[in-house]
């Protein structure tokens, strides 16, 4: 299994970004996806989730200007963000809990991908 993440990159404050992660392999199930984010020196921290019926958390520093999104069809999980803020510039990653063929579910994480919001 790989998930594949993109769509991270440099914006001014207030501008929005869309990211992707694509999960690709003998998936049977996908229990859960997430995004986390991560700056120097800090913990990583759980942005926002989505459960497999399609019920979206948030950590209330980003409530209101991000929306986590899948497509199951596609094993693809998307995070909309808008109205960013400089503290949201971090390196991004995608994670999923999820089955292969008849295995146990894991966890499952993606390469981070940088998000810069410039003031």
């Known amino acids: 299994v790989q998930l594949q993440a993109s769509g991270g990159g440099l914006v001014q404050a207030g501008g929005s970004l869309r990211l992707s992660c694509a999960a690709s392999?003998?998936?049977?199930?996908?229990?859960?996806m997430g995004w986390y984010r991560q700056v120097p020196g800090k913990e990583r921290e759980l942005v926002a989730s989505i459960t497999s019926g399609l019920v979206p958390s948030y950590v209330d520093s980003v409530k209101g200007r991000f929306t986590i999104f899948m497509d199951k069809a596609k094993n693809t999980v998307y995070l909309d963000m808008s109205s960013l803020k400089p503290e949201d510039t971090a390196v991004y990653s995608c994670a999923m809990n999820l089955r292969v063929g008849f295995g146990p579910s894991s966890q499952y994480w993606g390469q981070g991908t940088q998000v810069t919001v410039s003031s």
């Open positions: 392999g003998s998936i049977s199930s996908i229990n859960g």
